[in-house]
């Protein structure tokens, strides 16, 4: 099993917006767009994430087959990370593999994490990672229609 990160090209986006559609990906995620399955919407928003010099985005491979992304922005001040990995793949140590791999490319520090209270997975990448726990919040989770619990994890070095 071969992980690697590339430049994300604009092919990748109709498979992106697939991925995106899995209903229990979307409650696992939580924190998505309003409306998920609103392909002018998705297609906007991809529009301005492609033309930012200031996200640093990667299509992430499992054996030379696309199976997710990964990005880095900048939200309030701080650095963030978000990672979407296809649900056909869950469960392969993809999402850890493709973090430790980003977070040798992503520079600046502190880098944040974020997930939900319940996404044990994500939460384990990210401590595999070197992410530690600093705070718990709640917020608005359109993926599930109410708010919930999220942990914030933070990378420092």
Same mark, same amino acid.
């Given at each position: 099993?071969? $992980?690697?990160?590339? =430049?994300?090209? =604009?092919?990748?986006?109709?498979?992106?917006?697939?991925?995106? #559609?899995?209903? =229990?990906? #979307?409650? &696992?995620?939580?924190? %998505?767009?309003?409306?998920?399955?609103?392909?002018?919407?998705? +297609?906007?928003?991809?529009?301005?994430?492609? +033309?930012?010099?200031? $996200? *640093?985005?990667?299509?992430?491979?499992?054996?030379?087959? *696309? %199976?997710?992304?990964? &990005?880095? @922005?900048?939200?309030?001040?701080?650095?963030?990370? /978000?990672?979407? $990995? !296809?649900?056909?793949?869950?469960?392969?140590?993809?999402? /850890?593999?493709?973090?430790? #791999?980003?977070? #040798?490319?992503?520079?600046?520090? =502190?880098?944040?994490?974020?997930?939900?209270? !319940?996404? $044990?997975?994500?939460?384990?990448?990210?401590?595999?990672?070197?992410? /530690? *726990?600093?705070?718990?919040?709640?917020? @608005?989770?359109?993926?599930?229609?109410?708010?919930?619990?999220?942990?914030?994890?933070? *990378?420092?070095?």
């Amino acid at each position: 099993m071969m $992980i690697q990160l590339r =430049p994300i090209e =604009p092919m990748d986006l109709p498979v992106f917006y697939e991925h995106m #559609q899995h209903k =229990p990906a #979307q409650h &696992m995620a939580a924190f %998505v767009h309003e409306d998920p399955s609103n392909r002018e919407h998705f +297609n906007a928003h991809w529009a301005k994430l492609m +033309n930012s010099d200031a $996200i *640093l985005k990667r299509s992430i491979e499992l054996d030379g087959k *696309l %199976v997710g992304h990964i &990005m880095s @922005f900048d939200m309030m001040g701080d650095r963030e990370i /978000t990672y979407w $990995i !296809d649900h056909h793949h869950w469960n392969k140590g993809i999402a /850890t593999e493709a973090l430790s #791999q980003f977070v #040798q490319i992503e520079s600046v520090r =502190p880098l944040n994490g974020r997930a939900a209270k !319940d996404n $044990i997975a994500s939460i384990r990448s990210m401590e595999k990672c070197g992410f /530690t *726990l600093v705070a718990e919040e709640r917020g @608005f989770a359109h993926g599930r229609g109410e708010e919930i619990d999220e942990v914030v994890m933070r *990378l420092d070095a």
